[in-house]
């Protein structure tokens, strides 16, 4: 047992164990080398990317404490995982119930905080994955050691500055920690009084306290497809193909220039699909490469994999001029293979394939310019919204959540059973204000 007869000399001696501690605590080893891995990125780019592309990068998530960055990191790790390609979420609580556990909030372990996180983010990416972190990581020169440390090994670094200000994260306050940090329960709380430092230069900013959740991701996504970490096709994004409407008279004119060829009504329903962009990514009707890669794969797999089991081609066998197609490309329309791929036969006796055979003999696909939209005169047209109009009404209806039902017949029981237990589910899922999306096809409902 240590007896202690003298205070100072147990604060003196408690001083002296501290300083030896800490000098066995840092000492560093120095008989270590960097060994190289055998397995490059190409390899693993065959493995994890996409067209055997090495997508690993690091995507960096800053603001204040209840800015956003979870939620949009979790968003985009969803988005990502669902279009095939690999990532994962690091976020700043999860980590310090485990890897950063010893670490306080004191300015050198917040620096030691985000020192480590960045080598672990570091070796996620180094291993073609897209690594997110979201981390308040208040100071600036912290970031730069990051990023700094990503490009010193040829890695993507990308800093998402989530820019809510803030009076919304107080208001906010999912955890009750503002609060406590104005009573001064907590001290050193960024933002509060601990400062943070904006990025003065971020690769992207997102004002989360403006726009929903999904147009944020989207907004990130824009900027990894830029990157060339992401294709094209993973851009949640609709294609529409009108005329600018600055260059709608000079195009009409050009339109009345060029050789003309008339479509019937369903071609010119496939020019309304196109051209309100609901066959995204497409810019037209399908080429033969195209037609050709829905055929056999059941998706288009230029500058990424789409599903697209349904070809969109236009059959060449006077009026009005409805669009412009651009860099056309004519092919063989094989009939018997369409119908046999398509429809599982090649019976004309089923009214698809008819008017599949009645058709003409090749096709034409090609970029289309589309002069104006299509509307039908049925009295109908004021319901036929298109995508980027259906985004605006659920925005406007604050829909958190939309779920769709397509019928073709009146609505029964079984139907509104299906929409109302939905609906439910949702709710019990923590949606605020799910939103059905009633489409009736092909017929009126009576």
């Known amino acids: ?22 000098l066995q605590a840092v000492q560093k080893a120095t008989n270590v080398t960097f060994q190289e891995n055998l397995v490059g990125r190409d390899k693993r780019g065959q493995v994890l990317g996409q067209g055997n592309r090495f997508l690993g990068c690091t995507v960096w998530l800053t603001g204040l404490s209840g800015a956003g960055k979870t939620t949009l990191s979790f968003a985009l790790e969803n988005y990502l995982v669902s ?6 979420s690091l976020d700043g609580d999860n980590v310090r119930t485990g890897l950063n556990k010893n670490l306080g909030f004191t300015p050198e372990d917040r620096e030691e905080n985000i020192r480590r996180i960045s080598e672990v983010a570091k070796l996620f990416a180094d ?11 208040p100071y600036e020169r912290d970031r730069a050691k990051a990023r700094e440390l990503h490009e010193k090994a040829g890695l993507k670094f990308v800093e998402v500055f989530v820019d809510t200000p803030l009076e919304v994260c107080e208001e906010r306050d999912v955890k009750g920690l503002y609060k406590k940090a104005r009573a001064g329960q907590i001290k050193g709380f960024t933002g509060v009084d601990s400062a943070y430092e904006p990025p003065s230069n971020p690769d992207v900013r997102v004002k989360a306290s403006e726009f929903i959740v999904d147009e944020c991701v989207n907004q990130i996504v824009l900027h990894l497809m830029e990157l060339g970490v992401v294709p094209s096709t993973a851009v949640r994004s609709v294609k ?36 309100e962009g609901w066959a995204t990514p497409l810019n037209g009707f399908m080429r033969e490469r195209e037609y050709l890669q829905c055929q056999h794969f059941g998706c288009l797999l230029d500058g990424g994999v789409t599903n697209q089991s349904v070809p969109i081609v236009l059959p060449v066998l006077k ?23 398509q429809f599982g036969t090649s019976n004309k006796g089923q009214p698809y394939v008819k008017m599949i055979y009645e058709s003409g003999d090749w ?34 209806l604050g829909a958190d959540a939309v779920f769709a039902f397509q019928l073709r017949n009146p609505i029964h029981n079984g139907h509104a059973l299906l929409m109302a237990d939905t609906k439910r589910r949702l709710i019990d899922k923590g949606y605020k204000k799910p939103t059905l999306l009633l489409h009736p096809l092909g017929i009126y409902n009576f």
Not at 2 to 16: A, F, G, R, S, T
Not at 83 to 88: D, N, V
Not at 240 to 268: G, Y
Not at 363 to 386: A, H, K, P, Q
Request: hydrophobic fraction near 40%.
């Open 363 to 396: 096709l034409v696909g090609g970029d289309l310019s589309v002069l104006e939209r299509i509307t039908w005169n049925d009295g109908l047209d004021e319901y036929r919204l298109t995508p980027l109009e259906l985004r605006a009404e659920f925005r406007r």
């Open 240 to 275: 529409e193909l009108f005329v600018q409407e600055n260059q709608l008279e000079a195009a009409k004119a050009e339109a009345e220039a060029l050789p003309c060829m008339e479509i019937n009504k369903l071609d010119t329903q496939w020019v309304q699909v196109l051209s």
């Open 83 to 88: 279009q095939g390609i690999p990532s994962y």
């Open 127 to 137: 291993g073609g994955i897209v690594c997110l972190t979201s981390f308040i990581s």
């Open 319 to 341: 009026g009005k001029n409805i669009a412009i197609i651009r860099d056309p490309e004519f092919y063989a329309h094989n009939k018997e293979e369409r119908c046999c791929r």
């Open 1 to 22: 047992m240590l007896q202690i007869n003298n205070v100072k000399n147990w604060m003196d001696m408690k001083k002296e164990i501290y300083f030896d501690y800490h």
